[in-house]
C-alpha cells in the first residue's frame, strides 16, 4: 500500500497535466492557423479621409481612439483577470484568468479561461472563431467535457456578433468591408456585420467626446432550439493605452433575462498587444 498510493497519486497528476498540455496545445494550433490567414503585406496607415463614409459618431470614437495616422490593426493579444458566476442567483463570483488572440482581417478569435469552478475544481475553457464558424469547449481538469458545441448556426451568429461587440479593442475594424454602419442619433450608431453568409448586429453609443461607452447586441446565449435573442451588453469602465491606440481596460458583460440584468462576468486588461506578430517580423527583418 505504501507503494501503490503514490504511485496512484503520481499517475493521476501525469494524467492532469496532460490533459492540461493537450488543451494548451490544441488552442496554439487554432492560434496559430489564425495568425498564419493573415496577409503578410504592409500595414495601411489611417487617414481622415478614410473615415467619410462612417457616421460622426463613429469618426469621432476613430479619433478619440487614436486611429488617424496610425497603422490599422490587424492582430491583438490580450490578457484578462476577470470575475465570473454562471446564474444570477449564484453570490460568489469565481477569479479567472483568459487570454484571447484577435485577426481584424480575416475576422477570428481564441479566448480561453482557466477557473475553479465547484465541483469540478479547476476549469479550462476555449472559445474559437473563424472562417465564420464557431466551436466552445469546456473541460473539468482538462478532461472531462463539461460544455462542446459545434456546428452549430446560433453559435456562429453569436460568435460573429461577439467578434463585432469587440471591435472596441480593434476599432479600426469599423473601415472593413464587411461591417456597414447606420447612423441612430448623435452619440450612436449600429454595426452590421456580414461574413460567410452569416449577419449580426451591434449598437454603438459614445459619449460627446467619441470614448466609446457600451456596445448592445442581441445575441444567442445559448444554442438549444428554444433559445431566443436577448440584449447582451458591454459596459466600458475604463480605458488605456496599448500603443498608439485607447482601448478598453475594465469592462462588464451582462444579459437582460426576463428578471432583469445579470452580470455574469467582468474583467480587466493587464496586457494588450496590437500587432504584437508584425512587430516580430519587423524586429526580425531589421
Known amino acids: 500500500m505504501r507503494v501503490a498510493i503514490p504511485l496512484a497519486i503520481v499517475g493521476l497528476a501525469a494524467l492532469y497535466k496532460g490533459a ?19 496577409p503578410d503585406a504592409p500595414p495601411v496607415k489611417i487617414t481622415q479621409d478614410m473615415l467619410e463614409p462612417l457616421p460622426q459618431s463613429v469618426r469621432n470614437w476613430l479619433v478619440d481612439a487614436g486611429a488617424i495616422g496610425a497603422d490599422e490593426i490587424r492582430t491583438v ?14 453570490e460568489k463570483w469565481m477569479k479567472a484568468e483568459a487570454e484571447q488572440t484577435i485577426t481584424a482581417n480575416p475576422p477570428s478569435f481564441t479566448w480561453t479561461v482557466k477557473t475553479n469552478m465547484a465541483p469540478f ?11 465564420g464558424k464557431a ?4 473541460k473539468a481538469a482538462g478532461l472531462l467535457p463539461i460544455v462542446q458545441v459545434s456546428n452549430n448556426t446560433k453559435t456562429d451568429e453569436s460568435a460573429l456578433q461577439r467578434f463585432l461587440m469587440e471591435m472596441a479593442w480593434y476599432p479600426t475594424a469599423a473601415l472593413s468591408p464587411y461591417v456597414t454602419w447606420e447612423e441612430l442619433d ?14 449580426g448586429s451591434a449598437d454603438f453609443y459614445f459619449s460627446e467626446a467619441g470614448e466609446l461607452q457600451k456596445v448592445i447586441a ?12 436577448l440584449p447582451c451588453v458591454a459596459e466600458i469602465k475604463e480605458h488605456h493605452n496599448a500603443g498608439a491606440y485607447k482601448i478598453p481596460s475594465k469592462v462588464e458583460i451582462s444579459w437582460y433575462l426576463e428578471e432583469g440584468k445579470f452580470t455574469w ?3 480587466e486588461v493587464h496586457g494588450a498587444e496590437i500587432d504584437p506578430i508584425r512587430a516580430v517580423r519587423d524586429a526580425a527583418v531589421t
Open 77 to 90: 493579444t490580450l490578457k484578462q483577470t476577470g470575475w465570473m458566476r454562471l446564474k444570477p442567483e449564484q
Open 20 to 38: 492540461l498540455w493537450n488543451f494548451s496545445n490544441q488552442s496554439n494550433k487554432q492560434i496559430q492557423q489564425q495568425l498564419d490567414g493573415v
Open 218 to 229: 442581441y445575441r444567442y446565449k445559448d444554442n438549444d432550439k428554444s433559445a431566443s435573442r
Open 186 to 199: 448623435a452619440n450612436a450608431a449600429r454595426a452590421t456585420m456580414t461574413y460567410r453568409g452569416i449577419s
Open 135 to 138: 466551436d466552445m469547449l469546456i
Open 121 to 131: 475544481g479547476q476549469v479550462v475553457g476555449r472559445d474559437h472563431f473563424e472562417s
Open 265 to 267: 462576468y467582468k474583467f
